[in-house]
């Protein structure tokens, strides 16, 4: 007797659809014996974990120098995390120490200690940090397995197009999917954040992740569906939900087909109304992808990525560099530089003295917060930024601001390197454009002031949203109240984009509200100068504006809001528009 149908929902990784017989990986069993040292074997007992080690690294680069060379830099540099992790004192000499002061074998040593490290990072509640430990851990397995003698090669026994079902997989895993004929896949535990997730979009494979059991309910064999922009699996589907995802992926596939000829078109509604429609980037590899999508420039290059996994922090001259590179990719278009946007936690492994890890980071030290708190980072970066600008067009945009106070301290501190940078006559754009992100509801609500401060405002949505309507996004019993629709949201929206007019200065989006096909029509309507999306998004957009004249996108504004519900209903928002 067949099954009935099982429909599981998680995060979504990487978008699109995946049908196929299940290939389950199995939770690999990494058993090891207890064994107490004499003295006398503790120097042989660290060898032997100090070569499990070097082998372990030589892993390592192997699969960073496939990442790079199937995805780019900017991917291979989420597997230097994990070399990383090997020469952490964190790791390896709290392992070494316990074999030497309580006299036990490594395997039990290393157990130990990640469990130590495990129940650490747990306390800590942020998800970063849990992705970084779900790092240490797949390195931790991959000590081990070399440590038995061990391989781990799975993957390598599909012979057929499958869907892989797995508790996680590690970069190394993910990056094998592509040559090993997957449709999809989903494990039971990630984020957004994860490795895994990045690598996947990367890849193009649809995914789901974080499903938290699909393991325990997936048997070899079963029929699954991976809905990767829903964040939802089905598990032997019914015969018509079957055919209607078969019809779904059909049309996906034709309509990404369809929209190829509207990449070189402008973004420009029937009533000749133009906007620019620009992409979000994190690294210089993904400029290749934005401009073959039909991107009209650059509305957010989120420089903190160039801060994350290493030892040290980015040097002026690697930034500069980096800075160059993409503002010579993308002319005659302009790039928005996004100063760097992280909280204090994320550069303690970088040694800066004076911070520590906080119980709310998303409401800590941050954005530009963090760059007020430590002036010469900060400096560093603008003089960069500075140094660059004359090699194409860069602007300049301030993350997490909260007052007009923030706005004339970091204009201060430009000043400074500017005339710095004069001094010692290095050339630079003296007149790059300087521009906030609006995403907290003070933000809004004072953005008149910060307009006639300013050359630009750019709409961060996705803290915003969050912050004004009080709801965690990744939180999975609140997630629900997660709406873009709500008027109290609409309301902040529309008073940006009509203070920004009033003195004269642009308004864009760069959340992730700007590249949802949903909301084109009513932020047209609204005003909004610049949609700044994920680059596959690009040619989405630009054809809905392109379908779209502003007057009929004015009107449908003007009804919604003169509609008396702060419910923000989707469906309402439907049959008006």
């Not at 649809?206 to 964040?231: F, W």
């Not at 402008?266 to 620019?276: I, N, R, S």
């Not at 629709?485 to 760069?510: E, F, P």
Request: net charge neutral; proline share 3%; with cysteine.
């Amino acid at each position: 007797m067949s099954r009935p149908p099982i429909v599981l929902r998680g995060i979504p990784a990487s978008p699109g659809i995946g049908i196929g017989k299940a290939f389950v990986l199995k939770e690999e069993a990494l058993s090891y014996v207890f064994r107490a040292l004499s003295k006398d074997e503790v120097k042989k007992e660290i060898q032997r974990f100090r070569q499990s080690v070097v082998k372990t690294r030589m892993e390592i680069i192997q699969t960073r120098d496939k990442v790079l060379k199937v995805l780019g830099k900017s991917h291979a540099s989420l597997i230097d995390a994990h070399l990383l992790i090997l020469e952490d004192a964190l790791f390896t000499k709290d392992i070494e120490k316990k074999i030497a002061q309580e006299l036990m074998n490594v395997e039990a040593a290393l157990v130990a200690v990640l469990e130590d490290i495990g129940r650490t990072f747990d306390k800590l509640g942020d998800e970063y940090f849990r992705q970084r430990k779900d790092d240490i851990m797949d390195v931790g397995k991959r000590v081990m397995r070399n440590l038995l003698g061990r391989q781990s090669g799975q993957l390598n026994q599909l012979a057929e197009r499958a869907i892989v079902i797995s508790r996680d997989l590690g970069p190394s895993d993910t990056l094998s999917l592509r040559d090993d004929l997957v449709e999809g896949f989903a494990t039971d535990i990630g984020g957004r954040t994860s490795h895994t997730a990045i690598l996947a979009q990367g890849l193009e494979i649809p995914a789901v992740v974080g499903l938290k059991e699909v393991t325990s309910h997936v048997q070899p064999g079963d029929l699954i569906i991976v809905d990767g922009n829903e964040g939802m699996v089905i598990i032997n589907p019914a015969m018509s939900t079957l055919e209607n995802y078969r019809k779904v992926r059909e049309i996906q596939l034709a309509e990404m087909r369809d929209l190829e000829k509207f990449k070189d078109l402008a973004a420009q509604t029937l009533d000749g109304k133009q906007v620019v429609l620009a992409a979000n980037i994190e690294s210089q590899e993904e400029i290749r992808t934005a401009l073959s999508h039909g991107a009209d420039g650059i509305g957010l290059y989120r420089t903190e990525f160039l801060y994350l996994n290493r030892k040290d922090l980015p040097s002026e001259e690697e930034q500069y560099q980096n800075y160059v590179a993409v503002a010579r990719q993308m002319l005659p278009y302009s790039v928005i530089l996004r100063t760097m946007d992280l909280g204090g936690d994320k550069l303690i492994p970088l040694g800066v003295a004076g911070l520590t890890v906080e119980q709310n980071p998303f409401l800590g030290l941050r954005g530009i917060r963090l760059c007020l708190r430590y002036p010469d980072i900060f400096k560093t970066q603008l003089r960069a930024i500075l140094r660059a600008s004359v090699e194409g067009k860069l602007r300049i945009m301030y993350p997490m601001i909260t007052s007009l106070d923030e706005v004339r301290q970091a204009n201060k501190i430009l000043n400074i390197v500017k005339g710095e940078l004069q001094e010692k006559g290095i050339a630079f754009d003296n007149k790059i454009e300087v521009g906030v992100m609006i995403e907290t509801p003070s933000a809004a609500v004072i953005s008149d002031w910060l307009a006639k401060e300013v050359d630009f405002l750019s709409l961060g949505t996705n803290d915003l949203i969050q912050y004004t309507l009080a709801v965690d996004r990744v939180n999975e019993n609140v997630a629900h109240l997660y709406n873009p629709l709500h008027m109290g949201v609409l309301r902040l929206i529309r008073m940006v984009i009509d203070a920004g007019h009033k003195y004269n200065k642009w308004v864009g989006m760069c959340g992730e509200m700007a590249g949802n096909p949903a909301f084109t029509r009513i932020l047209l309507g609204m005003g909004l100068d610049e949609f700044s999306v994920p680059a596959a998004a690009v040619p989405r957009i630009k054809r809905l504006i392109r379908e779209m004249s502003l007057e009929d996108a004015k009107k449908v504004v003007e009804r919604i809001f003169n509609q008396e519900t702060d419910t923000g209903d989707a469906s309402l928002f439907s049959r008006i528009s």
